[in-house]
């Protein structure tokens, strides 16, 4: 199972633009991201398995309690929860609380400095609106809210369980 799913989640994590464990953060919060980045984007389905602790473990090559740390935050916030014997599954609600989430951490983490640097600039809110309208314009169309979801490697999961 594992040599069909390390494949899949590399190309899954590419695709995506994931991060690859590489922006100076703890790796625990780098796994989160990239399983939470998954969860919003619907590569991970609200109610399906995501990638076991080992699987993560070995697709990275860092120890598993790490892994396991990073999915333990997703559990506290209510974006994975465990089912014994079965593995981690995404929560019903999770995408929401994500969007939810990230939206403040957008204001916090981007807009606030980007005023911040406007005003030393002397640009007005309009000239900032328009840098803004013309970057968006250049990207191309926004990505619709909700991408139809990735096919997911084939899990058994016994009838009920949840």
């Not at 790796?27 to 590569?43: K, N, P, Y």
């Not at 999770?94 to 983490?109: F, K, M, P, S």
């Amino acid at each position: 199972m594992t040599a069909t799913l390390v494949p899949w989640f590399i190309s899954r994590v590419m695709n995506q633009g994931g991060i690859v464990l590489d922006d100076g953060s703890p790796l625990f919060q780098q796994i989160a991201r990239q399983v939470s980045d998954g969860v919003l984007v619907g590569t991970f389905p609200e109610g399906t398995q995501v990638p076991s602790t080992t699987e993560l473990a070995a697709l990275h090559r860092i120890n598993p309690a790490t892994v396991g740390k990073g999915l333990a935050l997703l559990v506290a916030e209510e974006v994975l929860h465990k089912r014994r014997g079965l593995g981690m599954f995404v929560s019903d609600g999770a995408r929401e609380r994500l969007v939810e989430r990230r939206r403040g951490e957008l204001a916090t983490t981007y807009v606030r400095p980007l005023v911040a640097e406007a005003r030393s600039l002397g640009l007005a809110a309009d000239d900032v609106l328009a840098l803004v309208a013309q970057q968006l314009r250049d990207d191309g169309p926004a990505p619709t809210t909700r991408r139809p979801p990735v096919p997911t490697p084939a899990r058994t999961t016994p009838e009920g369980a949840r």
